[in-house]
């Protein structure tokens, strides 16, 4: 048996509830799977287009009347847990049951600690929210103190800091349903970010990558595998050029090397190989692998996917 973590995009998970639910419903088949075969299988999950949903209601409401006040952006990743969570505990419940598979599935609302002195909050680079007017970007800057920057010449958004986890707050609570054998889900979205003052965590408006916390979840709790499950088969080199060549098999030094030569688009799959490298990070006994969704269980086996070790 291999102690397993699972980081799930969050596309993968639809643009509104409806569609959320609907998608789930397949999404979990191959986590299951994993399962079936005997590993202990914890699961993360992005929150990209969930938390902007979120976010953005909440932006539209607060513009419109002038007497509700801004949600901030913390409680917004919060709710995207809450809700995600809640739809994956019943998607995977039910497979569980279908597999005659006797487990129990629960959500923790994870805060993901910070440092406050971290690069990216003096720059911040992650769009969340509408695309606004340059007219209206200056209003949002000045009225709620927004950096607001313009995206792809679609108009301007509001950016916020995507700052490295540190620690993970409820990392005991999460190993002691481990222990006991249940399925976890955790740092949603990279968790909930937060700075600690004076013994105390406070929310930060910022969006942790939720690759970086799954590698970070894996090296807390000593996990075997990280198992980053995408769009793609595999991490490919010369992506979407006549010399296009998948990667099956690979060393982190050789992995290190191609992120120098500039392989990996940043917001794309740079992020996926920068945290498969920090969870191999000094241990030669862990594997990273990225795969499709589909393919979880082929990837575990060696059938499928790139593999990443030291």
Not at 151 to 176: F, L, M, Q
Not at 197 to 219: R, W, Y
Not at 265 to 288: D, T, W
Request: proline share 5%.
């Amino acid at each position: 048996m291999k102690k397993i973590v699972v980081a799930l995009g969050g596309n993968a998970l639809g643009n509104s509830p409806k569609e959320q639910k609907e998608k789930v419903t397949n999404a979990v088949k191959p986590i299951v799977e994993l399962i079936k075969q005997g590993h202990q299988v914890i699961l993360a999950h992005g929150n990209g287009p969930q938390v902007g949903m979120i976010n953005l209601a909440f932006e539209i409401v607060s513009l419109s009347d002038q007497h509700l006040s801004e949600m901030p952006f913390p409680e917004c990743g919060a709710m995207s847990q809450g809700y995600i969570g809640f739809h994956l505990q019943n998607a995977l419940q039910a497979e569980l049951a279908k597999n005659d598979i006797d487990k129990k599935v629960a959500t923790v609302i994870t805060q993901v600690e910070v440092d406050v002195n971290d690069p990216a909050f003096f720059d911040p680079t992650k769009p969340i929210g509408a695309f606004y007017s340059k007219e209206k970007a200056d209003q949002l800057e000045s009225s709620r103190g927004y950096i607001m920057k313009e995206d792809a010449n679609r108009g301007y958004r509001r950016v916020v800091p995507s700052p490295k986890p540190i620690g993970i707050v409820e990392i005991d609570v999460i190993k002691t349903l481990v222990d006991a054998g249940h399925v976890v889900i955790t740092v949603g979205g990279g968790g909930i970010p937060v700075v600690k003052e004076n013994n105390h965590h406070i929310g930060v408006p910022a969006v942790i990558d939720k690759d970086f916390a799954s590698a970070k979840l894996a090296q807390l709790l000593d996990a075997d595998s990280l198992i980053i499950l995408t769009a793609v088969d595999k991490v490919k080199i010369n992506f979407n050029r006549p010399n296009q060549q998948d990667i099956d098999d690979i060393t982190a030094s050789e992995l290190k090397n191609l992120i120098h030569e500039g392989h990996f688009l940043r917001g794309s799959m740079l992020p996926k190989v920068e945290a498969a490298l920090l969870f191999l990070e000094g241990n030669k006994k862990r594997i990273a692998i990225i795969a499709a969704l589909e393919q979880a269980a082929e990837a575990l086996e060696g059938r499928a996917g790139t593999h990443i070790h030291n």
